[in-house]
């Protein structure tokens, strides 16, 4: 199990020295979000100042670029990289593709499946010269040699793609090479359906499950005193409270034993009140929805409740603080160590 830094992109004069902080702390890769900035630059720039470390998009937003123009740009990470780069797609909202973004978003799951075909379809062209993909959505079969960016000499970059419903779950398994589970992905939900979801889409499509990456977000309240865990559970608990108000995760809270939550969320969220968003987070869902430990039973406890299920382990809140940031890390290569030595 690898252990990545999930980030938001920073200021490009700031990325590079945080990739190699982030190297240099224990972690095994970076996981760049998308959202005022995006996610392909500071991946670009953490490619040439930490060398090695794995790179991935955690995930970029998909519709509003082009697959020729996403597969372009995966393919000079990957090779910047050295096969270390993890193409990682997401639909985004309505609202934003459309409203933000300007572009379409009718039916975004079969549109993403199709998007990430045709991305697929670009490396190969890449690779010989020939582009064919006839889909739904795109429609690509026109490359010259000065528009290609040719071969590289490492594989292609794998796909991946966010999904929380069955049917994108079940997608994931199988066109894509691994799954982007949601922050609100506790244990209960990857065993109800993740992992069953995936493998059916990877047995319909004649592949094996091990071949997809689980790729979970671990939100942690950790410290070795109540004090020191109060400002982090704070803090994560406006962020379930972000992620919560979203009417299309409901089903996980409901199936945790917890219906009504996004209901609440979002009565307090139309009255402009992020206090009583965050209220509605109960320490029962903390202790469901997070990991809470000292320092020295973070890394066992994660081990315990993740392995078997995730292939890469994402610390969410690694960054909440920079006196805590290489602590952060030693967990990190506790994990990857253990899990490599079980």
Same mark, same amino acid.
């Given at each position: 199990?690898?252990?990545?830094?999930?980030? *938001?992109?920073?200021?490009?004069?700031? /990325?590079?020295?945080?990739?190699?902080?982030?190297?240099?702390?224990?972690?095994?890769?970076? *996981?760049?979000?998308?959202?005022?900035?995006?996610?392909? @630059?500071? /991946?670009?720039?953490?490619?040439?100042? !930490?060398?090695? &470390?794995?790179?991935?998009?955690?995930?970029?937003?998909?519709?509003?670029?082009?697959?020729? $123009?996403? /597969? !372009? +740009? /995966? =393919?000079?990470?990957?090779?910047?990289?050295?096969?270390?780069?993890? @193409?990682?797609?997401?639909?985004? $909202?309505?609202?934003?593709?459309?409203?933000?973004?300007?572009?379409?978003?009718?039916?975004?799951?079969?549109? *993403?499946?199709?998007?990430? &075909?045709?991305?697929?379809?670009?490396?190969?062209?890449?690779?010989?010269?020939? &582009?064919?993909?006839?889909? %739904?959505?795109?429609?690509?079969?026109?490359?010259?040699?000065?528009?290609?960016?040719?071969?590289?000499?490492?594989?292609?970059?794998?796909?991946?793609?966010?999904?929380?419903?069955? =049917?994108? *779950?079940?997608?994931?398994?199988?066109?894509?090479?691994?799954?982007?589970?949601?922050?609100?992905?506790?244990?209960?939900?990857?065993?109800?359906?993740?992992?069953?979801? $995936?493998?059916?889409?990877?047995?319909?499509?004649?592949?094996?499950?091990?071949?997809?990456?689980?790729?979970?977000?671990?939100?942690?309240?950790?410290?070795?005193?109540?004090?020191?865990?109060?400002?982090?559970?704070?803090?994560?608990?406006?962020?379930?409270?972000?992620?919560?108000?979203?009417?299309?995760?409901?089903?996980? =809270?409901?199936?945790?034993?917890?219906?009504?939550?996004?209901?609440?969320?979002?009565?307090?969220?139309?009255?402009?009140?992020?206090?009583?968003?965050?209220?509605?987070? +109960?320490?029962?869902?903390?202790?469901?929805? +997070?990991?809470?430990?000292? =320092?020295?039973?973070?890394?066992?406890? &994660?081990?315990?409740?993740?392995?078997?299920?995730?292939?890469?382990?994402?610390?969410?809140?690694?960054?909440?603080?920079?006196?805590?940031? %290489?602590?952060?890390?030693?967990?990190?290569?506790?994990?990857?160590?253990?899990?490599?030595?079980?």
């Amino acid at each position: 199990m690898h252990v990545d830094l999930m980030t *938001l992109p920073q200021p490009l004069a700031k /990325a590079g020295e945080l990739a190699r902080n982030t190297q240099a702390a224990g972690f095994s890769g970076m *996981l760049f979000t998308e959202a005022g900035r995006t996610a392909y @630059l500071n /991946a670009a720039i953490a490619s040439t100042s !930490a060398p090695g &470390l794995e790179l991935s998009t955690g995930v970029a937003v998909a519709f509003p670029r082009s697959p020729f $123009v996403t /597969a !372009a +740009t /995966a =393919w000079e990470l990957q090779e910047a990289t050295g096969g270390k780069f993890r @193409l990682g797609l997401g639909t985004q $909202v309505r609202t934003h593709v459309v409203r933000r973004y300007g572009v379409a978003f009718e039916r975004p799951g079969p549109r *993403l499946r199709d998007y990430v &075909l045709a991305v697929k379809a670009c490396f190969a062209a890449f690779r010989s010269g020939k &582009l064919d993909h006839h889909g %739904e959505f795109y429609d690509l079969d026109f490359i010259t040699p000065q528009w290609s960016p040719g071969p590289i000499d490492v594989p292609n970059p794998k796909v991946d793609v966010a999904a929380v419903n069955p =049917w994108m *779950l079940r997608m994931a398994g199988e066109v894509a090479d691994g799954v982007h589970v949601h922050p609100l992905g506790e244990p209960g939900y990857l065993a109800r359906h993740v992992v069953p979801k $995936v493998t059916e889409g990877a047995e319909r499509a004649g592949r094996s499950p091990s071949e997809i990456a689980v790729i979970v977000p671990a939100m942690t309240i950790v410290g070795d005193s109540d004090e020191e865990r109060h400002q982090e559970r704070e803090s994560v608990r406006a962020s379930l409270s972000f992620y919560g108000s979203t009417p299309n995760y409901a089903f996980i =809270w409901d199936e945790a034993g917890f219906e009504g939550t996004t209901a609440r969320i979002r009565e307090r969220q139309k009255a402009g009140d992020f206090a009583g968003m965050a209220a509605q987070i +109960t320490d029962e869902h903390l202790a469901a929805f +997070t990991t809470e430990s000292t =320092w020295d039973e973070l890394a066992d406890k &994660l081990i315990d409740k993740y392995a078997g299920v995730a292939t890469r382990l994402v610390l969410y809140n690694a960054l909440s603080a920079p006196e805590r940031f %290489e602590r952060y890390g030693a967990v990190a290569q506790r994990i990857s160590t253990r899990s490599a030595n079980p």
